[in-house]
């Protein structure tokens, strides 16, 4: 085993990823905890085509379909709650440059749910009868499609119901609050199917706000919800979830909610966020003062800092943080 699995989040993106592959994040809340600057990054390395996996949508999705870089995606909401439609989504799957498969959020639970079963298929009473197993983003010419959610008979009572096909993408990122420098990770707050992602994926790299020495996930194994056997890095980026929210660390940036999905209306907006946010920004100190000290003080005053109590004497430094990154047992190898 080695002595921790901490890479830089640069590092996660360029030795994990690749153009086309089928990669998922977001499974939470469109406004909540998501490993938001996984999908920056991602940008920042300029990956394309690729075929993403969101639970909801979030505002990682948005960005990746505005700049152009997710020919397909499957996710069972693609809305921003209060902060309104998508408008980057909504702009590539208007112009044809992302071919969106809708399903309702009860369907992607059990489909996420289906692959870290490994199951071959995944009984299925939802979505039957409606647009949306008959109506495929995949293969729009089939209608009705007899492929998207094709019919199967029960068994046992002689039914005929519907299968969805199972949910294995190659990698997801997920976000965490906590993690210890072996992978072991505890989430606050609403999981929205990341303890089934981390056993669906094929690979799972963790973005947490947070590193904890491991006596935190000795002291409270039940809250393990990833443990490091599923897990091959760990990345260390406070505010990751970044306009969205993450419980016990810091709320939603309501101001910038809005403003992201402003400019990722246009083109040209979408050009000047990313000139800004993603291909401006070179470190972790440097994405923090993109946010503004002021900003991430409100922010941090949350009203669920509560929750971190209980762990709060095994948080480890930002300086003991980069100790570890400087001694990874990659750089010795």
């Known amino acids: 085993m080695p002595a921790h699995r901490l890479i830089s989040l640069a590092e996660a993106v360029r030795r994990y990823t690749r153009d086309g592959m089928q990669y998922a994040s977001g499974a939470a809340l469109p406004i909540g905890s998501d490993a938001i600057v996984f999908g920056r990054e991602l940008l920042r390395q300029r990956r394309s085509k690729l075929h993403a996996i969101f639970h909801c949508n979030s505002q990682q999705l948005n960005l990746l379909a505005a700049a152009g870089a997710v020919d397909k995606a499957e996710c069972g909401f693609s809305g921003l709650e209060v902060f309104g439609f998508a408008n980057g989504l909504r702009r590539a799957v208007e112009s044809g440059q992302t071919a969106l498969e809708d399903y309702s959020n009860l369907a992607m639970a059990l489909r996420l749910l289906g692959g870290a079963l490994n199951w071959p298929f995944v009984p299925a009473t939802v979505n039957i009868g409606s647009d949306i197993q008959h109506r495929s983003a995949f293969a729009p010419e089939d209608y009705p499609s007899t492929t998207k959610i094709p019919t199967v008979t029960d068994p046992f009572s002689g039914r005929e119901i519907g299968a969805f096909s199972p949910l294995r993408p190659e990698l997801a990122a997920i976000h965490v609050s906590l993690a210890d420098p072996q992978g072991n990770a505890i989430m606050l707050g609403s999981e929205w199917s990341r303890f089934e992602l981390s056993r669906a994926a094929g690979k799972v790299i963790l973005i947490a706000d947070a590193i904890v020495d491991g006596a935190c996930m000795l002291q409270f194994p039940n809250l393990v919800r ?77 009203a669920t800092g509560f929750l971190l109590d209980p762990f709060r004497q095994w948080i480890k430094t930002p300086e003991q943080v980069a100790a570890l990154l400087a001694h990874t047992p990659e750089t010795h190898a």
């Open 226 to 302: 990833i443990p490091d056997i599923l897990v091959e890095a760990v990345v260390y980026h406070p505010f990751a979830a970044w306009p969205q929210s993450s419980p016990g660390w810091y709320d939603a940036d309501e101001a910038h909610m809005l403003h992201m999905n402003q400019a990722l209306a246009t083109a040209e907006g979408t050009a000047q966020y990313l000139n800004e946010f993603v291909y401006g920004v070179n470190s972790l100190d440097d994405y923090l003062a993109r946010i503004g000290d002021d900003v991430r003080a409100r922010l941090s005053a949350t």
